[in-house]
Every structure is written in structure tokens, then in C-alpha cells.
């Protein structure tokens, strides 16, 4: 019988061909996704290169080797900027006030603005050509309430310093804004001066001596911050309701040591100097050093006001790193304070290390601290000095001051500051001051004499090269500073910080 030639292959064959033909597509596909993942997803628009010209120098076919600029590279600070309902304009005109290209600024609204808050600030930094060019703005899109008397605002920190270190690794420096506040120096000032300091230090006020003990009579309210239970609402309520108080106390504790921002007059004090009234007008400047002959009058917990009669003399308190122009009349004994320190989290300059102690750290005293403090009233005050103090790793490296100015009243609470504070805060020598109205006649000033900011513009700098009414609409090097009266101030305003006579280092977390 005659085999039929068209007869199918034996099955033996025909799978034999079948596997050739899934190798050979499986390695062609192989092949293809191979290619694909070798090509990365569509990057990110690139950093503009006139900004950070720098950056280009880590390629390593293009690494110069050139000797460094004797200049420091500037350094970089992370900014949250913090606001609530109505407060978009404010946020807008604070970070116009202290923005550069070598920042990052995260801008917060609370759950009490709405959301078309949020989305006017994300399309007005969309809008912006320097904002997309140096791609260091961005918007937080879940919020979460902020009540100043609880712990939520401590938690609001915390969650705006963690997106930050998500976000860039370049910054070296924390610090934490309300829409309240405003700077005192040009962002090239700032970066100039911090460009020569060590990157590990903190700039938090602080002091243990809050009045729990001897002194409890004199300074109540600082006891009254640390004993009573609270909860705060913001914590786990999505609408706005009451801080809720507890009608129990609870005792101090002794695992740590408590240290707190302190306000107004009373604490940390370098001494106490007792001035006789003359029969004429005298004025007399006193300095941190000048006080060193009073040491041992020891705290000053009154008023630092007093009308003098005949032979009476009062007391007059020196801070330890604020100085005082004490002006004796006839009448009366004048006392103005050159610079105060603010309560709250935004009285911090906080090194990124500390930043990532608490956010990354594998020490356990930021947790505790922070489940401590979780049901104390105004727990921002507390937490950054507490936990700076207690830790070997970083209790050398903190600044009594938070170079911030502020004024007081007599119930020691922070007043809006005025166009007749002006004058002080310039001499203050501080980097930021709080707190002012929504366009108090006194930020047009500061905008116009300290920053020469126009409306709606950003502060000129070293890195806008454009002409005098445009001056940032045509940008340069971002690591070119051009510092100017604000940055003689404040160094030496830090320079008297950081000598103090030689005591520095002893000024450093005292247990009072």
C-alpha cells in the first residue's frame, strides 16, 4: 500500500516542533522585556541647570578637578508652613518672603480650611516658573486639625518633618512656620551665616526650670502646662471640637528629665543686678557678660517693671543670651527687651539629624516622649527641648535661642507685633519674628527696609539676575549668596550666642 506523502508528522515530531516554537517565543520575549526594563520610566522634568549648575559636577564624566570654592556650599533648609481657614494669601506671602531655589517648603492648611484652599495653593505653585523650575514647593493633600492647646499640633510637625526627609535628602536645617509669622533677614542672609556653622546644631530655647517645686507659686502657669491629662480632639475627630480636660493630675516624671520653651520672663536667667534710681536720666547697656557679678541673686520670677521710690531698687533680670537696654529716669525704670523667644514648634531650628532621631531613629525616647506628651497641654513646647536634653547624641548641640523675636505682654502671653516693635526687631538681630495680623502696615515695611520684596515677588537674591522691576524672572546660580545688613546682624547675634563670655557650653540643658 503507497504511503500517502501529505500524511501528518508521527506525534513524537510534531511536539518536538512545538517545543522549538515556545523556546524560540519565549526568548524573543525575553528579550523585548529586557529591553524595556533597561529603559527607565519617563523621568521626572529635569532641575533647571542655570539653578544647579553644581549638581551637574556629581556625574562623574563631567567631575571637575578643579580645587573647591573657598565660599562653603550653602546650606539647605526645609520649611513647613503652616495655616488654617482663610489663610492661603498669608502662606502664599510668607513663602515668597523666605523663599530660594536651594530650599524645600512644604505648605500645610488644617482640616478647618477647605479644600478649595488646598487646591488654590497647588495651582498657584503650579503656576509659578520658579516653582517648576527648581521643584522645591509642594502642597500636603490630607490634612489633619492643629489645636494649639493640645498635642495635635506636635503631631502636625512631626508628619510635615517626615515628608520632607521623604522628599529630599539635601536639606540640613528644620524649621517649622505659622502663617503668623515672618523673617527679619533675607534668605541669603540666613543660608550665608549658616553656611559657617556646624550642620549639627539646634537653635531650640529652652529650660527645666518650670515652677513644679519651690518656685511653684511664683511661675503657676508652667506647672499647669505639665500636670493635667487632656485629650485632643485633632487626634482622632474629623470635626473641630473642644480640648477635653481631665479632672485628675498626674505626676512629673523621673525616667527623663523635662526641660520646656520658655516665655516671657522667669526662666533660665544668667542673673539679677539691682540698679539705684539716680537724681538724673542714665542709661546703662547691660550684656550676658555685664551680669556675671550678679550670679548669685539666682531667678528672677516677678515683673521686671518697677516705678522707684526715693532709695528702692528693683531687680532687673538678664537673660542668658538676650541683652537689655535698661534706661533709669527720675520717675521710673524703662526696661525693653531686645529679643524674646516664642512658645510653640515653630521655635525651633532643628539640625536634620535630630529630624531623623525622631522620625527614623531606632532609640526609643522619641516614641515615649511622644505617648508622654500625647495628653499635655501644649506638649510642641516640650517635646524638642525634652528630647534634645535627654540624649547623649545631641545635648551638645543645642542653642538657648530660637532666633526668633517676639514680645510679651504682662500676662507673659506673645502680642501682635506693631510698626512701633520695628525697630526693636531689627536691632533684635533675630532671624524671624511673631506673631503679626493678616497684613499688618508693619509687613509692608519689613518687605519694603529689610527685604526689598515687591508685591507678589520673591525676595531678590544672589540667583535672580533679571532687571530692577522683574529681578527673579531670570535666574542664575542658586549657590550664589549676595548677603546684605540682615547678615551683619545676625552674625552677630550668633557670634554672641555661641561666646557668651566662655559659657556656652555650660548654658546647655541646666538642670535648674
Not at 555685664?290 to 516677678?302: M, R, V
Request: contains cysteine; neutral net charge.
Amino acid at each position: 500500500m503507497q504511503q500517502n506523502p501529505h500524511h501528518p508528522p508521527p506525534p513524537a515530531a510534531a511536539r518536538t516542533a512545538t517545543l522549538y516554537c515556545m523556546l524560540a517565543t519565549s526568548l524573543f520575549s525575553l528579550l523585548f522585556l529586557l529591553s524595556l526594563s533597561s529603559s527607565s520610566p519617563a523621568p521626572p522634568p529635569p532641575l533647571d541647570p542655570h539653578l544647579f549648575p553644581h549638581r551637574l559636577l556629581l556625574i562623574p564624566h563631567l567631575a571637575s578637578t578643579a580645587a573647591p570654592p573657598s565660599p562653603p556650599i550653602p546650606p539647605s533648609i526645609g520649611y513647613l508652613i503652616s495655616g488654617s481657614n482663610g489663610d492661603p494669601g498669608r502662606i502664599l506671602r510668607l513663602l515668597l518672603a523666605v523663599y530660594h531655589p536651594r530650599n524645600h517648603y512644604l505648605l500645610h492648611l488644617d482640616l478647618s480650611a477647605p479644600q478649595a484652599d488646598r487646591d488654590f495653593l497647588a495651582l498657584t505653585i503650579h503656576s509659578s516658573p520658579i516653582f517648576r523650575a527648581a521643584q522645591n514647593v509642594n502642597v500636603i493633600g490630607k490634612s489633619d486639625f492643629a489645636y494649639p492647646k493640645g498635642s495635635s499640633p506636635l503631631s502636625s510637625a512631626l508628619h510635615g518633618a517626615s515628608i520632607l526627609l521623604r522628599i529630599s535628602k539635601n536639606w540640613d536645617w528644620f524649621i517649622s512656620l505659622s502663617a503668623s509669622d515672618y523673617p527679619l533677614v533675607t534668605q541669603d542672609d540666613l543660608l550665608h551665616i549658616l553656611s559657617y556653622l556646624p550642620r549639627d546644631l539646634n537653635f531650640v530655647n529652652h529650660t527645666s526650670y518650670i515652677g513644679w517645686r519651690e518656685y511653684e507659686h511664683a511661675i503657676p502657669s508652667q506647672s499647669r502646662k505639665l500636670k493635667p491629662i487632656i485629650v485632643d480632639p485633632g487626634l482622632y475627630l474629623l470635626e473641630k471640637s473642644e480640648v477635653y480636660y481631665a479632672t485628675q493630675k498626674r505626676e512629673l516624671p523621673n525616667a527623663f528629665r523635662l526641660f520646656m520653651v520658655w516665655t516671657g520672663f522667669g526662666e533660665s536667667w544668667l542673673g539679677s543686678v539691682g540698679l539705684q534710681q539716680h537724681s538724673s536720666s542714665a542709661r546703662a547697656h547691660l550684656s550676658p557678660s555685664a551680669s556675671n557679678a550678679a550670679l548669685a541673686c539666682g531667678h528672677c520670677p516677678g515683673s521686671l517693671l518697677a516705678d522707684q521710690n526715693g532709695s528702692e531698687r528693683t531687680r532687673a533680670c538678664v537673660s542668658v543670651f538676650d541683652m537689655w537696654d535698661i534706661a533709669a529716669t527720675e520717675n521710673s525704670l524703662h526696661l525693653s527687651s531686645h529679643s524674646f523667644p516664642l512658645k510653640g514648634s515653630s521655635s525651633a531650628v532643628l539640625s536634620r539629624e535630630v529630624v531623623e532621631f525622631c522620625i527614623l531613629g531606632t532609640d526609643n525616647l522619641p516614641r515615649t516622649l511622644l505617648m508622654y506628651l500625647s495628653n499635655m497641654p501644649s506638649s510642641a513646647s516640650v517635646y524638642f527641648p525634652t528630647l534634645i536634653c535627654n540624649s547623649q547624641q545631641f545635648n551638645r548641640t543645642i542653642i538657648n535661642h530660637s532666633l526668633q523675636f517676639a514680645s510679651f505682654d504682662a500676662k507673659q502671653r506673645p502680642r501682635n507685633l506693631k510698626s512701633e516693635d520695628f525697630h526693636n526687631m531689627v536691632r533684635s538681630g533675630a532671624a524671624f519674628a511673631s506673631p503679626f495680623l493678616r497684613d499688618d502696615p508693619v509687613l509692608d515695611r519689613i518687605d519694603r527696609e529689610i527685604l526689598s520684596r515687591s508685591p507678589g515677588k520673591p525676595v531678590p537674591g544672589g540667583w535672580c539676575l533679571g532687571d530692577s522691576n522683574n529681578t527673579c524672572d531670570v535666574w542664575g546660580n542658586a549657590d550664589i549668596l549676595r548677603p546684605g545688613p540682615g547678615a551683619r546682624r545676625l552674625e552677630k547675634f550668633v557670634v554672641n550666642l555661641l561666646s557668651v563670655n566662655g559659657t556656652f557650653r555650660s548654658r546647655q540643658c541646666i538642670e535648674e
